[in-house]
Protein backbone atom coordinates (compact mmCIF):
# COMPACT_ATOMS: atom_id res chain seq x y z
CA UNK A 1 0.00 0.00 0.00
CA UNK A 2 1.22 3.24 -1.01
CA UNK A 3 2.29 5.56 2.42
CA UNK A 4 -0.18 8.22 3.53
CA UNK A 5 0.20 10.77 5.38
CA UNK A 6 3.43 12.40 7.29
CA UNK A 7 5.49 9.16 5.84
CA UNK A 8 4.57 10.04 2.45
CA UNK A 9 6.35 12.96 2.43
CA UNK A 10 9.58 12.65 -0.40
CA UNK A 11 11.28 15.81 1.12
CA UNK A 12 10.45 15.04 4.83
CA UNK A 13 12.45 18.47 5.70
CA UNK A 14 9.68 20.54 4.52
CA UNK A 15 8.07 19.32 7.76
CA UNK A 16 9.47 22.49 10.00
CA UNK A 17 8.93 21.62 13.51
CA UNK A 18 9.92 25.43 14.11
CA UNK A 19 8.85 29.08 13.54
CA UNK A 20 11.34 31.44 11.37
CA UNK A 21 11.62 34.51 13.02
CA UNK A 22 14.39 36.58 11.91
CA UNK A 23 15.84 34.26 9.19
CA UNK A 24 16.14 31.02 12.58
CA UNK A 25 14.48 28.77 13.11
CA UNK A 26 12.87 28.85 16.81
CA UNK A 27 11.40 25.13 17.99
CA UNK A 28 11.85 25.39 21.37
CA UNK A 29 9.96 27.18 23.89
CA UNK A 30 7.85 26.85 27.17
CA UNK A 31 4.63 27.14 25.48
CA UNK A 32 3.87 24.87 22.74
CA UNK A 33 1.27 25.17 20.26
CA UNK A 34 0.49 21.50 18.65
CA UNK A 35 -0.89 21.32 15.01
CA UNK A 36 -3.54 19.13 14.65
CA UNK A 37 -5.17 16.89 11.94
CA UNK A 38 -9.09 17.65 11.51
CA UNK A 39 -9.95 14.57 10.10
CA UNK A 40 -8.29 12.31 13.30
CA UNK A 41 -7.38 14.45 15.82
CA UNK A 42 -4.41 13.27 15.18
CA UNK A 43 -0.90 15.74 16.54
CA UNK A 44 0.83 16.42 12.93
CA UNK A 45 3.39 18.48 14.75
CA UNK A 46 4.29 20.46 17.98
CA UNK A 47 5.12 24.12 17.15
CA UNK A 48 6.27 26.87 19.58
CA UNK A 49 3.77 29.56 20.35
CA UNK A 50 5.43 32.38 19.61
CA UNK A 51 3.77 35.72 20.85
CA UNK A 52 4.78 39.62 20.42
CA UNK A 53 7.88 39.90 21.47
CA UNK A 54 8.65 37.05 18.51
CA UNK A 55 6.65 39.84 16.28
CA UNK A 56 8.70 42.70 17.39
CA UNK A 57 11.91 40.69 16.61
CA UNK A 58 10.49 39.60 12.93
CA UNK A 59 9.27 43.30 12.47
CA UNK A 60 13.05 44.43 13.02
CA UNK A 61 14.45 41.92 11.10
CA UNK A 62 11.98 42.58 8.16
CA UNK A 63 12.85 46.94 8.66
CA UNK A 64 16.67 45.97 8.65
CA UNK A 65 16.41 43.91 5.53
CA UNK A 66 13.77 45.99 3.60
CA UNK A 67 15.72 48.89 2.22
CA UNK A 68 18.59 46.25 0.79
CA UNK A 69 15.86 44.15 -0.42
CA UNK A 70 13.97 47.09 -2.44
CA UNK A 71 17.28 48.29 -3.85
CA UNK A 72 17.77 45.57 -5.82
CA UNK A 73 16.87 45.17 -9.31
CA UNK A 74 13.74 44.27 -9.91
CA UNK A 75 15.16 41.30 -12.15
CA UNK A 76 17.16 40.17 -9.23
CA UNK A 77 13.96 40.11 -6.94
CA UNK A 78 12.07 38.59 -9.45
CA UNK A 79 14.91 35.97 -9.68
CA UNK A 80 14.55 34.80 -6.49
CA UNK A 81 10.25 34.56 -6.81
CA UNK A 82 10.82 32.53 -10.18
CA UNK A 83 13.79 30.19 -7.86
CA UNK A 84 10.72 30.03 -5.36
CA UNK A 85 7.94 29.07 -7.92
CA UNK A 86 10.33 26.36 -8.91
CA UNK A 87 11.23 25.19 -6.20
CA UNK A 88 7.87 24.77 -4.75
CA UNK A 89 6.58 23.28 -8.22
CA UNK A 90 8.89 20.47 -7.66
CA UNK A 91 7.50 19.97 -4.35
CA UNK A 92 3.90 19.99 -5.25
CA UNK A 93 3.21 16.90 -4.12
CA UNK A 94 4.69 17.51 -0.20
CA UNK A 95 3.14 20.90 0.10
CA UNK A 96 -0.64 19.36 -1.41
CA UNK A 97 0.12 16.08 0.87
CA UNK A 98 0.88 18.43 4.22
CA UNK A 99 -2.28 21.05 3.38
CA UNK A 100 -4.81 18.19 3.39
CA UNK A 101 -3.20 17.35 6.49
CA UNK A 102 -3.56 20.30 7.99
CA UNK A 103 -6.73 21.40 6.42
CA UNK A 104 -8.62 18.19 5.66
CA UNK A 105 -9.82 18.79 1.78
CA UNK A 106 -9.25 16.14 -0.30
CA UNK A 107 -5.63 15.59 -1.99
CA UNK A 108 -7.49 16.49 -5.34
CA UNK A 109 -8.70 19.92 -4.12
CA UNK A 110 -4.91 20.64 -2.11
CA UNK A 111 -3.56 19.94 -5.47
CA UNK A 112 -5.82 22.23 -7.27
CA UNK A 113 -5.15 24.71 -4.23
CA UNK A 114 -1.27 24.56 -4.54
CA UNK A 115 -1.60 25.02 -8.53
CA UNK A 116 -3.43 28.35 -8.37
CA UNK A 117 -0.65 29.23 -5.47
CA UNK A 118 2.27 28.48 -7.73
CA UNK A 119 0.03 30.42 -10.04
CA UNK A 120 0.19 33.70 -7.50
CA UNK A 121 4.19 33.17 -7.24
CA UNK A 122 4.71 32.90 -11.39
CA UNK A 123 2.26 35.60 -12.00
CA UNK A 124 3.98 38.31 -9.10
CA UNK A 125 7.46 37.36 -10.42
CA UNK A 126 6.95 38.72 -13.68
CA UNK A 127 4.28 41.68 -13.02
CA UNK A 128 7.39 42.75 -10.26
CA UNK A 129 9.48 43.67 -13.28
CA UNK A 130 6.85 45.44 -14.88
CA UNK A 131 6.74 48.27 -12.09
CA UNK A 132 6.80 51.66 -13.95
CA UNK A 133 5.99 54.77 -12.83
CA UNK A 134 4.20 58.11 -15.06
CA UNK A 135 6.06 60.77 -16.51
CA UNK A 136 3.70 64.21 -16.41
CA UNK A 137 5.30 66.26 -18.97
CA UNK A 138 3.34 68.70 -21.21
CA UNK A 139 -0.10 68.39 -18.61
CA UNK A 140 1.34 70.29 -15.48
CA UNK A 141 2.02 73.81 -14.98
CA UNK A 142 5.26 75.06 -17.04
CA UNK A 143 8.27 75.43 -16.52
CA UNK A 144 7.93 72.14 -14.24
CA UNK A 145 7.65 68.30 -15.39
CA UNK A 146 6.15 65.61 -12.78
CA UNK A 147 7.06 61.90 -11.75
CA UNK A 148 5.07 60.06 -10.31
CA UNK A 149 7.55 56.84 -8.65
CA UNK A 150 5.63 53.68 -7.42
CA UNK A 151 7.87 52.39 -4.82
CA UNK A 152 7.43 49.91 -2.05
CA UNK A 153 4.88 50.79 1.17
CA UNK A 154 7.90 48.83 3.54
CA UNK A 155 7.14 46.19 6.46
CA UNK A 156 3.77 44.19 5.85
CA UNK A 157 2.10 42.15 8.22
CA UNK A 158 0.21 39.40 6.56
CA UNK A 159 -2.44 37.31 8.58
CA UNK A 160 -3.76 34.32 6.70
CA UNK A 161 -6.85 31.58 7.49
CA UNK A 162 -6.70 27.89 7.46
CA UNK A 163 -8.94 27.22 4.60
CA UNK A 164 -6.15 27.73 1.99
CA UNK A 165 -3.00 27.20 3.41
CA UNK A 166 -1.08 27.48 0.84
CA UNK A 167 -2.49 29.86 -1.66
CA UNK A 168 -3.47 32.25 0.95
CA UNK A 169 0.05 32.77 1.82
CA UNK A 170 0.97 33.31 -1.67
CA UNK A 171 -1.81 35.23 -2.98
CA UNK A 172 0.33 37.88 -0.09
CA UNK A 173 3.67 37.06 0.09
CA UNK A 174 4.59 36.85 -3.65
CA UNK A 175 3.37 40.50 -4.07
CA UNK A 176 4.91 41.96 -1.37
CA UNK A 177 8.24 40.75 -2.06
CA UNK A 178 7.91 41.39 -5.46
CA UNK A 179 7.02 45.45 -5.14
CA UNK A 180 10.30 45.52 -2.76
CA UNK A 181 8.63 44.71 0.73
CA UNK A 182 9.41 42.13 3.51
CA UNK A 183 7.36 40.33 5.32
CA UNK A 184 6.05 39.20 8.64
CA UNK A 185 3.18 35.79 8.22
CA UNK A 186 1.04 34.66 10.67
CA UNK A 187 -0.88 32.39 9.22
CA UNK A 188 -3.74 30.77 11.38
CA UNK A 189 -2.68 28.22 14.40
CA UNK A 190 -4.67 25.60 12.92
CA UNK A 191 -2.50 25.20 9.62
CA UNK A 192 0.84 26.86 9.81
CA UNK A 193 2.92 24.01 8.26
CA UNK A 194 1.70 24.50 5.07
CA UNK A 195 3.50 28.45 5.28
CA UNK A 196 6.30 27.25 7.24
CA UNK A 197 7.28 24.79 4.19
CA UNK A 198 6.80 27.67 2.25
CA UNK A 199 9.56 29.82 4.46
CA UNK A 200 11.65 26.74 3.90
CA UNK A 201 11.37 26.77 0.38
CA UNK A 202 11.97 30.34 0.20
CA UNK A 203 15.35 30.60 1.84
CA UNK A 204 16.59 28.18 -0.16
CA UNK A 205 15.54 29.91 -3.16
CA UNK A 206 17.54 32.87 -1.83
CA UNK A 207 15.42 35.06 0.05
CA UNK A 208 17.67 37.14 2.61
CA UNK A 209 17.50 36.58 6.09
CA UNK A 210 14.58 38.53 7.88
CA UNK A 211 12.78 39.12 4.29
CA UNK A 212 9.99 36.74 5.20
CA UNK A 213 9.66 35.85 8.96
CA UNK A 214 6.85 33.22 9.84
CA UNK A 215 5.59 32.63 13.30
CA UNK A 216 2.02 31.99 15.02
CA UNK A 217 1.08 31.39 18.18
CA UNK A 218 -0.77 34.19 20.40
CA UNK A 219 -2.86 35.65 17.62
CA UNK A 220 -3.72 38.18 19.90
CA UNK A 221 -0.41 39.34 21.11
CA UNK A 222 1.08 39.11 17.61
CA UNK A 223 -1.51 40.93 15.95
CA UNK A 224 -1.25 43.62 18.67
CA UNK A 225 2.55 44.23 18.63
CA UNK A 226 2.51 44.58 14.79
CA UNK A 227 -0.29 47.01 14.71
CA UNK A 228 1.26 49.21 17.61
CA UNK A 229 4.96 48.89 15.34
CA UNK A 230 5.05 51.93 13.75
CA UNK A 231 7.31 50.27 11.65
CA UNK A 232 4.76 47.73 9.95
CA UNK A 233 3.39 49.86 7.51
CA UNK A 234 0.86 47.64 5.62
CA UNK A 235 -1.79 44.96 7.25
CA UNK A 236 -2.72 42.59 4.78
CA UNK A 237 -5.55 39.75 5.73
CA UNK A 238 -7.86 37.44 5.28
CA UNK A 239 -10.21 35.99 7.69
CA UNK A 240 -13.93 36.81 9.43
CA UNK A 241 -14.89 40.28 9.31
CA UNK A 242 -14.94 40.33 13.77
CA UNK A 243 -11.15 40.29 12.97
CA UNK A 244 -10.56 42.42 9.87
CA UNK A 245 -12.99 44.98 11.35
CA UNK A 246 -10.01 45.04 14.72
CA UNK A 247 -7.44 45.17 12.68
CA UNK A 248 -8.57 48.46 10.75
CA UNK A 249 -9.47 50.25 14.05
CA UNK A 250 -5.76 49.31 15.25
CA UNK A 251 -4.27 50.20 12.17
CA UNK A 252 -5.48 53.69 12.86
CA UNK A 253 -3.38 54.86 15.70
CA UNK A 254 -0.37 54.72 13.23
CA UNK A 255 -2.19 54.77 9.70
CA UNK A 256 -1.25 51.92 8.51
CA UNK A 257 -2.58 50.50 4.81
CA UNK A 258 -4.59 47.75 4.78
CA UNK A 259 -6.11 45.10 2.51
CA UNK A 260 -8.75 43.10 3.64
CA UNK A 261 -10.83 40.00 2.61
CA UNK A 262 -13.79 38.98 4.95
CA UNK A 263 -16.41 36.78 4.93
CA UNK A 264 -18.92 36.76 2.13
CA UNK A 265 -22.30 35.38 1.83
CA UNK A 266 -22.29 34.52 -1.76
CA UNK A 267 -25.84 33.96 -4.33
CA UNK A 268 -26.13 32.14 -6.77
CA UNK A 269 -29.15 33.11 -9.42
CA UNK A 270 -30.30 30.45 -11.34
CA UNK A 271 -32.91 31.74 -13.87
CA UNK A 272 -35.37 29.60 -15.70
CA UNK A 273 -33.47 30.21 -18.91
CA UNK A 274 -30.67 28.00 -17.63
CA UNK A 275 -28.93 25.03 -18.57
CA UNK A 276 -29.88 23.50 -15.48
CA UNK A 277 -27.14 20.81 -15.80
CA UNK A 278 -24.48 23.22 -15.83
CA UNK A 279 -26.16 24.89 -12.89
CA UNK A 280 -26.26 22.05 -10.75
CA UNK A 281 -22.61 20.83 -11.00
CA UNK A 282 -21.69 24.43 -10.69
CA UNK A 283 -23.51 25.01 -7.51
CA UNK A 284 -22.43 21.70 -5.73
CA UNK A 285 -19.00 21.96 -7.02
CA UNK A 286 -18.67 25.39 -5.27
CA UNK A 287 -20.45 24.87 -2.11
CA UNK A 288 -18.62 21.79 -1.18
CA UNK A 289 -15.78 23.18 -1.91
CA UNK A 290 -13.56 22.51 1.08
CA UNK A 291 -16.60 21.65 3.05
CA UNK A 292 -17.99 24.50 2.12
CA UNK A 293 -15.29 26.54 4.44
CA UNK A 294 -14.11 29.21 1.44
CA UNK A 295 -15.39 32.94 1.64
CA UNK A 296 -16.70 32.71 -2.70
CA UNK A 297 -18.76 29.44 -1.70
CA UNK A 298 -22.38 29.23 -2.87
CA UNK A 299 -24.44 30.08 -0.18
CA UNK A 300 -27.68 31.15 -1.05
CA UNK A 301 -29.09 29.06 -4.10
CA UNK A 302 -31.45 31.40 -5.46
CA UNK A 303 -33.46 29.45 -7.76
CA UNK A 304 -36.79 30.35 -10.09
CA UNK A 305 -40.18 28.79 -9.15
CA UNK A 306 -40.70 27.09 -12.58
CA UNK A 307 -37.84 25.17 -12.46
CA UNK A 308 -37.20 24.84 -8.96
CA UNK A 309 -38.07 21.04 -8.44
CA UNK A 310 -36.13 20.02 -11.11
CA UNK A 311 -32.54 21.80 -10.27
CA UNK A 312 -33.33 20.28 -6.39
CA UNK A 313 -33.94 16.71 -7.81
CA UNK A 314 -30.76 17.12 -9.62
CA UNK A 315 -28.79 19.00 -7.25
CA UNK A 316 -29.80 16.07 -4.58
CA UNK A 317 -28.98 13.55 -6.97
CA UNK A 318 -25.14 15.13 -7.37
CA UNK A 319 -24.51 15.33 -3.78
CA UNK A 320 -25.60 11.94 -2.87
CA UNK A 321 -22.51 10.96 -4.33
CA UNK A 322 -20.14 13.37 -2.39
CA UNK A 323 -17.75 10.43 -0.64
CA UNK A 324 -16.93 12.01 3.05
CA UNK A 325 -14.22 10.59 4.46
CA UNK A 326 -10.25 11.45 5.29
CA UNK A 327 -9.03 13.47 2.13
CA UNK A 328 -5.78 11.48 1.78
CA UNK A 329 -8.22 8.61 1.36
CA UNK A 330 -8.80 7.90 -2.67
CA UNK A 331 -12.02 8.64 -3.68
CA UNK A 332 -13.21 10.78 -1.12
CA UNK A 333 -14.53 14.18 -2.43
CA UNK A 334 -15.54 15.89 1.12
CA UNK A 335 -13.19 16.15 4.09
CA UNK A 336 -13.95 17.09 7.36
CA UNK A 337 -14.37 20.34 9.01
CA UNK A 338 -11.84 22.22 10.58
CA UNK A 339 -13.25 22.56 14.14
CA UNK A 340 -15.69 21.17 16.26
CA UNK A 341 -17.55 24.62 15.97
CA UNK A 342 -17.62 24.43 12.47
CA UNK A 343 -19.77 21.60 13.13
CA UNK A 344 -21.48 23.49 15.37
CA UNK A 345 -22.77 26.29 13.21
CA UNK A 346 -23.53 23.66 10.43
CA UNK A 347 -25.96 21.95 12.64
CA UNK A 348 -27.61 25.22 14.00
CA UNK A 349 -28.24 26.39 10.95
CA UNK A 350 -29.79 23.57 10.05
CA UNK A 351 -31.76 23.25 13.25
CA UNK A 352 -32.90 26.73 12.52
CA UNK A 353 -34.02 26.20 8.84
CA UNK A 354 -35.98 23.51 9.75
CA UNK A 355 -37.98 25.11 12.71
CA UNK A 356 -38.41 28.02 10.04
CA UNK A 357 -40.15 25.02 7.96
CA UNK A 358 -36.97 24.07 5.63
CA UNK A 359 -37.01 20.76 4.07
CA UNK A 360 -33.40 19.06 4.64
CA UNK A 361 -33.88 17.26 1.27
CA UNK A 362 -30.36 15.65 2.06
CA UNK A 363 -27.51 15.32 4.74
CA UNK A 364 -28.19 17.29 8.07
CA UNK A 365 -26.24 15.53 10.48
CA UNK A 366 -22.92 14.91 11.95
CA UNK A 367 -21.05 12.11 10.48
CA UNK A 368 -18.32 9.84 10.84
CA UNK A 369 -18.45 9.80 14.93
CA UNK A 370 -15.71 7.58 15.35
CA UNK A 371 -12.97 8.76 13.50
CA UNK A 372 -11.94 11.88 15.80
CA UNK A 373 -12.59 14.58 12.95
CA UNK A 374 -14.94 17.02 12.33
CA UNK A 375 -17.08 15.57 9.85
CA UNK A 376 -20.84 16.92 9.08
CA UNK A 377 -22.83 14.92 6.16
CA UNK A 378 -23.20 17.15 2.44
CA UNK A 379 -26.62 18.82 3.08
CA UNK A 380 -29.30 20.20 1.23
CA UNK A 381 -31.93 22.55 2.52
CA UNK A 382 -34.71 23.03 0.65
CA UNK A 383 -37.38 26.02 0.85
CA UNK A 384 -35.39 28.09 3.23
CA UNK A 385 -36.97 31.98 3.16
CA UNK A 386 -34.99 35.12 3.65
CA UNK A 387 -35.93 35.05 7.78
CA UNK A 388 -33.60 32.08 8.04
CA UNK A 389 -30.03 31.95 9.99
CA UNK A 390 -28.39 30.30 7.04
CA UNK A 391 -30.03 33.21 4.60
CA UNK A 392 -28.31 35.71 6.64
CA UNK A 393 -25.26 34.29 7.81
CA UNK A 394 -22.71 32.56 5.65
CA UNK A 395 -22.61 28.84 6.87
CA UNK A 396 -18.72 28.53 6.25
CA UNK A 397 -20.34 24.66 5.97
CA UNK A 398 -21.30 21.63 3.99
CA UNK A 399 -24.87 23.29 3.56
CA UNK A 400 -26.89 24.44 0.68
CA UNK A 401 -29.63 26.46 0.76
CA UNK A 402 -32.07 26.64 -2.13
CA UNK A 403 -34.63 29.97 -2.23
CA UNK A 404 -37.23 30.17 -4.88
CA UNK A 405 -37.99 33.49 -6.18
CA UNK A 406 -40.61 34.31 -9.03
CA UNK A 407 -38.82 37.35 -11.00
CA UNK A 408 -35.51 38.97 -12.07
CA UNK A 409 -36.03 41.83 -9.81
CA UNK A 410 -36.68 40.18 -6.81
CA UNK A 411 -33.52 37.88 -7.14
CA UNK A 412 -31.68 41.01 -7.15
CA UNK A 413 -33.31 42.37 -4.42
CA UNK A 414 -32.39 38.80 -2.26
CA UNK A 415 -28.60 38.77 -3.83
CA UNK A 416 -27.72 42.07 -3.02
CA UNK A 417 -30.01 41.92 0.95
CA UNK A 418 -26.45 41.24 2.81
CA UNK A 419 -23.88 43.70 4.40
CA UNK A 420 -21.18 41.31 2.44
CA UNK A 421 -20.19 42.11 -1.51
CA UNK A 422 -17.15 39.43 -2.18
CA UNK A 423 -19.04 36.30 -4.77
CA UNK A 424 -21.99 36.24 -6.97
CA UNK A 425 -23.04 33.56 -9.23
CA UNK A 426 -25.68 33.64 -12.10
CA UNK A 427 -26.94 30.99 -14.39
CA UNK A 428 -28.66 31.88 -17.66
CA UNK A 429 -28.32 31.88 -20.95
CA UNK A 430 -29.80 35.20 -22.15
CA UNK A 431 -26.82 37.11 -22.70
CA UNK A 432 -29.05 40.37 -22.13
CA UNK A 433 -29.71 39.31 -18.43
CA UNK A 434 -26.28 37.75 -17.67
CA UNK A 435 -24.71 41.50 -18.47
CA UNK A 436 -28.17 43.05 -16.74
CA UNK A 437 -27.11 41.01 -13.73
CA UNK A 438 -23.98 41.06 -13.82
CA UNK A 439 -24.00 44.87 -13.59
CA UNK A 440 -26.41 45.22 -10.79
CA UNK A 441 -25.03 42.66 -8.67
CA UNK A 442 -23.26 44.27 -5.64
CA UNK A 443 -20.06 41.71 -5.44
CA UNK A 444 -16.34 42.60 -6.48
CA UNK A 445 -16.33 39.27 -8.46
CA UNK A 446 -19.25 37.85 -10.29
CA UNK A 447 -19.37 34.78 -12.22
CA UNK A 448 -21.78 34.00 -15.07
CA UNK A 449 -21.88 30.14 -15.71
CA UNK A 450 -18.97 29.63 -14.08
CA UNK A 451 -18.28 28.69 -10.56
CA UNK A 452 -14.79 29.02 -11.39
CA UNK A 453 -13.77 32.42 -10.79
CA UNK A 454 -10.12 32.65 -9.08
CA UNK A 455 -7.14 33.62 -11.15
CA UNK A 456 -4.01 34.92 -10.65
CA UNK A 457 -4.62 37.62 -13.28
CA UNK A 458 -7.98 38.83 -12.10
CA UNK A 459 -8.51 41.09 -9.92
CA UNK A 460 -9.89 39.23 -6.33
CA UNK A 461 -11.89 41.07 -3.53
CA UNK A 462 -14.55 42.23 -1.87
CA UNK A 463 -17.43 45.21 -1.85
CA UNK A 464 -19.56 46.43 1.14
CA UNK A 465 -17.87 44.70 4.63
CA UNK A 466 -16.49 41.85 2.65
CA UNK A 467 -13.18 43.89 2.42
CA UNK A 468 -11.16 46.32 1.33
CA UNK A 469 -8.39 46.29 -1.72
CA UNK A 470 -7.83 43.60 -4.12
CA UNK A 471 -5.43 40.26 -4.15
CA UNK A 472 -3.80 39.44 -7.72
CA UNK A 473 -3.82 41.11 -11.21
CA UNK A 474 -2.23 44.17 -11.67
CA UNK A 475 -4.48 45.69 -9.24
CA UNK A 476 -3.20 43.42 -6.79
CA UNK A 477 0.57 44.49 -6.80
CA UNK A 478 -0.63 48.52 -6.46
CA UNK A 479 -1.58 47.55 -2.76
CA UNK A 480 2.01 46.74 -2.32
CA UNK A 481 3.19 50.41 -3.76
CA UNK A 482 3.25 53.49 -2.75
CA UNK A 483 2.89 56.65 -5.75
CA UNK A 484 5.18 59.41 -4.82
CA UNK A 485 4.91 63.26 -6.83
CA UNK A 486 7.98 64.66 -8.17
CA UNK A 487 7.93 67.42 -9.51
CA UNK A 488 10.49 69.17 -11.49
CA UNK A 489 10.64 72.90 -11.47
CA UNK A 490 12.42 73.90 -14.85
CA UNK A 491 12.37 77.55 -14.65
P1 LIG B 1 -11.64 32.20 11.02
O1 LIG B 1 -12.87 32.34 11.86
O2 LIG B 1 -11.91 31.97 9.59
O3 LIG B 1 -10.58 31.35 11.62
P2 LIG B 1 -10.27 34.51 11.97
O4 LIG B 1 -10.51 35.90 11.52
O5 LIG B 1 -10.54 34.16 13.37
O6 LIG B 1 -11.06 33.64 10.93
O7 LIG B 1 -8.78 34.08 11.66
C1 LIG B 1 -8.06 34.49 10.53
C2 LIG B 1 -6.65 34.81 10.94
O8 LIG B 1 -6.70 35.90 11.85
C3 LIG B 1 -5.93 33.68 11.65
O9 LIG B 1 -4.57 33.69 11.27
C4 LIG B 1 -6.08 34.07 13.10
O10 LIG B 1 -5.08 33.54 13.94
C5 LIG B 1 -5.94 35.57 12.99
N1 LIG B 1 -6.44 36.31 14.16
C6 LIG B 1 -7.49 36.00 14.96
N2 LIG B 1 -7.61 36.92 15.94
C7 LIG B 1 -6.63 37.84 15.74
C8 LIG B 1 -6.22 39.04 16.42
N3 LIG B 1 -6.86 39.48 17.49
N4 LIG B 1 -5.17 39.71 15.91
C9 LIG B 1 -4.52 39.27 14.81
N5 LIG B 1 -4.85 38.17 14.15
C10 LIG B 1 -5.89 37.45 14.60
Not at 202 to 230: K, Q, T
Not at 443 to 456: D, R
Request: glycine share 10%; aromatic share 6%.
Amino acid sequence: MAARGLAALRDASLLRPGCLVAGRWIETGPARLPVVNPASGQVLCDLPRLGADAAREAVAAAAGAQKAWAARPAKERAGVLRRWYTLASEAADDLAMLATLECGKPLAEARAEVASGLASIEWFAEEGRRVTGDVLAPAVRRPQAGLVLKQPVGVVASITPWNFPFSMVTRKVAPALAAGCTVVLKPSEETPLTALALAELALRAGLPDGALSVLCGDAEGIGAAVLADERVRKISFTGSTRVGKMLMAGAADTVKRVSLELGGNAPVLVFEDADLEQAARGVVGSAFRNSGQTCICANRILVHESVHDAFAARVVELVSKIHLGDGTEAGVTQGPMITAAGVEKAERHVADARAGGATVAVGGARALPDSGGHFFEPTVLTGVTPDMMCFWEETFGPVCNLVPFSSETQALDLANATEYGLAAYAYTSNLARAWRVAEKLEYGIVGINEPGITSEVAPFGGWKQSGLGVEHSKYGLDEYLEKKYVCLGLG
